[in-house]
């Protein structure tokens, strides 16, 4: 009776699930064909969501994101073992143009703007991969700037004379203009005022909710990142050692300890914990 029921109740149940539109199978990664950074990474982006991937400086999060994007083999890199999914495809193989053609693209770690280019050129390189196709391209321009309004302001100013707020607003809209369905946004708080960057997370929230692009996000700044995904993945030495919804991992005790500063103690530094006990628990 029990099994029945549940038979009966599991197409509701994936009805109700979304759909992944990336799914990272677990992937090894290795650079110069001996140092393995990546150890069975594996992690799933929902259509429509935002997902965070969080861990300290070194952990793995910028090779994750190369790995999915084929980033990695101007850096020596190769993923060796494991699968990369997109839409339904297969792709860690392929060029990272074909990658972009086909709605993926990563908005780098230090926004990287042609300097020697204004704001709104730099804008339209993001619009190489499709064409000739003039008005849609215009259009999709002042759609950037209806989210990036700033931008507008500044679209004849060189980007090597911009703050870094607007150059990761740069990068950003650029990427739009590639019309993505997903976006691997890498460090998008590196540097940046807090008021910044709450501004900036909250025109990928509009994004999300607005033109449906899903969202992979690594981060450093792991309250920020819990506040805008709905799913997060905590990377520590090149392996995922927890995952879960967002708001689980905000109220657990280690991540809150060790992410956020904060214990039942109250804000702690960093430097005076203990990791070693708590971290072995999540790995094992």
């Not at 004379?161 to 708080?189: C, F, K, N, V, W």
């Not at 905000?250 to 070693?276: A, T």
């Amino acid at each position: 009776m029990d099994a029945m029921a549940q038979t009966e109740k599991s197409p509701e149940t994936a009805a109700e699930t979304p759909p992944s539109i990336l799914s990272v199978n677990n992937i090894e990664v290795i650079y110069d064909h001996v140092i393995l950074v990546l150890k069975g990474v594996s992690l799933e982006v929902a259509q429509g969501g935002i997902v965070a991937l969080l861990g300290a400086n070194g952990a793995g999060k910028s090779t994750t994101l190369k790995a999915i994007s084929n980033l990695l083999y101007a850096e020596r890199g190769e993923v060796t073992k494991g699968s990369i999914v997109f839409k339904g495809d297969r792709v860690d193989a392929r060029s990272t143009n074909d990658l972009v053609k086909r709605g993926c693209i990563q908005v780098m770690e230090g926004r990287h703007c042609f300097e020697h280019l204004t704001v709104e050129e730099n804008l339209l390189t993001g619009a190489y991969t499709r064409g000739n196709a003039r008005k849609e391209i215009r259009d999709d321009l002042e759609l950037v700037y209806t989210y990036f309004p700033r931008l507008k302001e500044r679209r004849s100013s060189l980007a090597g004379y911009i703050s870094g707020g607007e150059q990761q607003m740069t990068a950003i809209g650029r990427a739009l203009m590639s019309r993505p369905t997903m976006m691997l946004l890498d460090e998008p708080s590196m540097g940046l005022a807090p008021q910044l960057v709450e501004e900036i997370f909250e025109i990928v929230k509009l994004l999300n909710r607005e033109q449906g692009v899903s969202v992979l996000l690594a981060e450093q700044n792991t309250n920020m990142a819990l506040k805008y995904a709905q799913y997060g993945y905590i990377l520590e030495n090149g392996r995922i050692v927890m995952d879960g919804p967002a708001k689980e991992l905000r109220e657990n005790p280690d991540v809150k300890e060790f992410y956020l500063g904060i214990s039942e103690e109250g804000r702690r530094s960093f430097r005076n914990v203990r990791s070693y006990r708590r971290r072995k628990r999540w790995l094992s």
